[in-house]
């Protein structure tokens, strides 16, 4: 289960995700590590390919 669970979207593999004022992203991966810090998801602008990963608090980059 994702621990984004206070939030109006859903945040699971397969699901589409808005991150600030990008839109539309799709969720990928979680990486769950449960070390007590937020999980890492990996997202995907299925536009043109990017991917970026976010973590909730730290934020988003791109990774690609």
């Known amino acids: 289960n994702p621990l984004i669970t206070n ?3 859903s945040w699971r593999i397969g699901d589409r995700v808005n991150v600030g004022f990008m839109k539309n992203l799709l969720v990928t991966q979680i990486d769950a ?13 299925t536009n043109n ?3 970026y990963q976010f973590t909730p608090h730290n934020g ?3 990774i690609n």
């Open 49 to 51: 390919g990017k991917l």
């Open 7 to 9: 939030s109006k979207q």
């Open 33 to 45: 590590i449960y070390d007590g810090l937020p999980d890492i998801y990996t997202l995907e602008n």
């Open 60 to 62: 988003i980059e791109r």
